[in-house]
């Protein structure tokens, strides 16, 4: 039985605007990133990768870097325990062990140019790279495919021999193409043949990656008495932990992993990639530490970016404007090993509308690029790009007014999403109504420099949220004040939210909670900071931790006056008894009488959520053109956004701008380009061309609070959601500016003026 | 990357020397924007890198009475653009100074440097050329070994140039403008600043006295062949005529067909030659606007 709640209306903390916890130690410089560890003994590694896109790797010569003066431990595949056919649940569901090992360390073949191969330990960290370069490694280069249609070619032969026969494999036809599932409810056949309107369309887009300015790090040091400890920036310290047992083939509890600050992580900075190979180069050179650090190509080339893919979609309404059926095949790019999260875009695809009659169709096609990991709201951004841009051009081609057609097929409580669960109270339509009622809405679109024009176009997205496990642990000091101890890695503000709710609960103020992320030994489980979940399950978690700190206290209370325990209450952060108004006291001068009650005051909560309550934005673009040279400028943007309860309004206002600011690259000009030979040619950021802050305007925001009932607070989770309508409100913008309609990402200048000349 | 030297010479003939001994196992460096990020990509396998900015004639810009001006080669950026009388007679050249990389970046990088780095995309190169500027080379063979080569000869291929063993580029000089001149660069690329020129333009006219003909063009494209491409073909649509659309929109559409890219990360052939067209019309208008003053 899920606990819900009634929604307050006023609270003292929540929704307030403190200066954040870790700011001072952030823009003072101070605060301590993966790139600033520095232990005794420290030697550096570096990571040799494959320069080809799918290549049989015959041998590997590594005596000539073993020689060099400085190098300490050179390492490839074999170091590691080796996988066997061992299946393993790294939290994304089971996979086989071998490939999350082979993605470390590529055995006997890599999958995409950039694939690790070998790590090298040495004095410092030139002498590591250039030992790398020293390592010979003898490739038979097989044939390689970037995309969708040159996977499948019949020619083409299996990234992985493990597929070649599976059933998901059989029923698509080729090995890189493996069927993940079939969604399907009513009949979408009949109620297609029978709608008055049917549009259809296909959809392409080029993998895109966070873009974070961070780059991946791992410091391993092996104890004498043979535990693991890493130093990592990372968005869950557990699932690093976890991970790197399964790799290490250890027990969990005999690694520590300690969480440093991060500097972007998006879902990118979930996945292990180093850790394991700082931790072999550590055993093999003695158990100093050895500290790893990639450079920016190699996060490209050999993290985990966001699928691109191919998506087909058909609509079909009646002619009062009703949607009738929607039918989609999502095939989305897993990279070299499986997981290309199209499942998530099954659950995304249909979210915003009621829709009576449906099919999904999703698979996971293998093609020569790094493994897809998550990036926000991974796999909705992709879908919402197919429906809200197909929902325009049914409403155009059917003369419906585009808000009202929404409007009225607006998914709500009780409303089925694609895959199976029914809808709880969600806020999808008081999010259409707030767009409508937006000064931007409301205002003419403004004059276009000369030569140019603009448009507008507005979408909507939705991401379900996650709840998962969190441990939060509370203690009190003498002076009111409180040590918040949890395990979520603090990537957008979290601390902040976290510490709030512990505050509101316990009736004192944000600056008097002292929130700290700390090691896997110091706190219970925790899992990733992913899913927009921190707020909402750690928060709850504090939330709990609170309450029994003040039952505890009501007990300290009763001690003082020598009443019953029933006979205290707390309220407004003041302990009271309920039959001799006399006896008061304040959360803070309890504090100070621990002494005298029994001692240090301590609680904990964890929580396990299921239910999340899924979140909904829209977005509102002004894009202005250039039709001579395509160039496009965004010149006004304004989201929408439910966020159940805004616990800190500036936090969940900066996420909204984020996600919007990523997504917005992500419609214009972000793709890996690959080379024809599989190599991406743009693997800086000078040629992986994000927004700079002149790309962009002053993103306007607007907050929905529906509360969500499952949490005490009515938290939804912010984070992701936001990055979700961008592409197809960009596209709906640029459709309206020029008349072009364009279904591939990126949008960019070249592909809009060959639009307009053709 | 291996250890390296680092040498900074006080004088021309030092930087020679360091450079004639390393051969191509040595770059020199102004503001480093282009070498530095090189050598961390292994582009160059280096014993040392020659700092020049600690070498008076390759940071000073000197005017002269006749108008033109001497640009020494490790001169920044943002010099440049701080420059009053570079603002009111070159202003072509500002365009370019003032769009390389960012702000950050525009107070190490050079305009000689733009030069040396020879890429086919340098945003310095093209005004450079409009502006008939002479590059000022000194080389190993003692005081009297200088020559003078034309911008628009000097590079030879993405990244390569006529400099040869032991030789530095010292300065960039500009003859005079002259009355009735006009020049302009515009590159294109799709975000605003940061960014790799898709394609540019630089062109510069000089107009009849009354404004109304042209009497001389250069017109020079970026991003579109090996090398910071002249366009003969466009300038000679010019050189004549009288100032009207259909003239300029000739030598617009003799840029586009003279260009000769190719299809990469940052842009497709039909959209480099599409922009060579638009950039070229554009520039030569501006030109137009800026020589009528």
Known sequence: MVATFEPKSEYKVIGTRPIRHDGLDKVTGRAIYGADIKLPSMIWGAIL????????????????????????????????????????????GVTNLKWAVDNILASDKALYAGHAVAGVAAVDRYTAEEAARAIKVEYEVLRSATNVDDTIDPDMPAILEEFVGSPGAEESGHANHVKEFTHEFGDPDAALAEADHVIEGEFSLEMVHQGYIEPHNATAVWDEDGRLKIWTSTQGAFTVRQQVAAVMQMDESKIRVTPLEIGGGFGGKIPIYLEPVAAALSKKAGNVPVKIIMERRSVFEGSGPAAGGKI???????????????????????????????????????????????????????????????????????????IETLVDDLCEQAGFDKWQFRRDNAAKEGTRRGDGPIFPRIGMEEVLDAAKETDHWNSDIGEASPGRVRGRGFASGYWFNVGLQSSVNLSLNNDGTVELVEGSTDIGGTRASIAMQAAETLGISAEDVNPTVVDTDTVGFTAVTGGSRVTYATGYAAYNASIEMIDKLKVRASRLWSIDEEDVQFEDGVFSSKSDSELSIGFKDLAGKLDDTGGPVTSTGSVDLEAAGGAYGTHICDLEVDPETGKTDVVRYTIVQDAGRAIHPSYVEGQMQGGAAQGIGWALNEEYYMSDDGVMSNSSYLDYRMPTSLDLPNIETVIVEVPNPVHPYGVRGVGEVPIVPPVPAVGNALKNAIGIRLRETPMNAGRIVAALDS | MHPFAYEAPTTIEGAVAVLDKHGDRARPIAGGTDVLVQARANRWDLDAIVDVKNIPELTQISHYPDGSVSIGAATPCYQIYEDQKIRDSFPGIIDAVEMIGGIQIQSRAALGGNLCNSSPSADGICPLIAYNAVCHIAGPGGDDDHRDVAVEDFCTGPGSNVLGRGEILVSMVLPAPGDNFGAAYERFIPRNEMDIAVAGAGVSVKLSSDGSTFEAARVALAAVAPVPLVVPAAEAALIGNAVSDDVIEAAAQAAGAAATPIADMRGTIEQRKHLSAVLTRRMINKSVERARG
């Open chain 1, 312 to 386: 087909t979609l058909k609509l079909g309404a009646t002619k009062d404007g009703k949607i009738v059926a929607a039918d989609s095949v999502l095939r989305m790019e897993a990279g070299g090993y499986p997981g290309s999260l199209v499942g998530a875009s099954g659950m995304c695809i249909y979210a915003c509308y009621n829709i009576p009659n449906m099919r999904i169709v999703g698979y996971d096609v293998l093609v020569n690029k790094p493994k897809v990991a998550a990036y926000r709201a991974p796999g909705s951004p992709q879908v919402a790009f197919a």
């Open chain 1, 49 to 92: 990768r494959s320069p080809h896109a799918h290549a049989r790797i015959k041998s590997i010569d590594t005596s000539a870097a073993e020689a060099m003066d400085g190098v300490h431990a050179v390492v490839t595949n074999a170091d590691l325990p080796q996988a066997g056919d061992k299946m393993v649940d790294l939290g994304e």
